[in-house]
């Protein structure tokens, strides 16, 4: 229960600490799979998707660095 409470206490730290550097916007955890053209056209999906999250995240976390050899910093950039 200790253990539980720990990590909780600690993931809503991070949480803070991401607000605050954030100022006003906050992060996504980001998957490309919703799209309709996703994997066909992954350049169109990722183009879409970051120029729609840059109005409202400023920090974005993902599992992949890249799909279908596509490079996701290059578009988070």
Do not use: W
């Not at 229960?1 to 100022?23: A, R």
Request: hydrophobic share 40%.
């Amino acid at each position: 229960m200790q253990m539980k409470l720990n990590l909780i206490s600690g993931y809503l730290f991070i949480l803070l600490i991401t607000s605050i550097y954030c100022q006003t916007k906050m992060g996504v955890c980001y998957e490309p799979f919703h799209h309709k053209d996703y994997p066909k056209n992954i350049k169109k999906v990722l183009t879409e998707d970051f120029s729609i999250m840059k109005n409202y995240a400023s920090v974005v976390r993902t599992y992949y660095a890249g799909y279908y050899g596509e490079p996701v910093v290059k578009y988070a950039a």
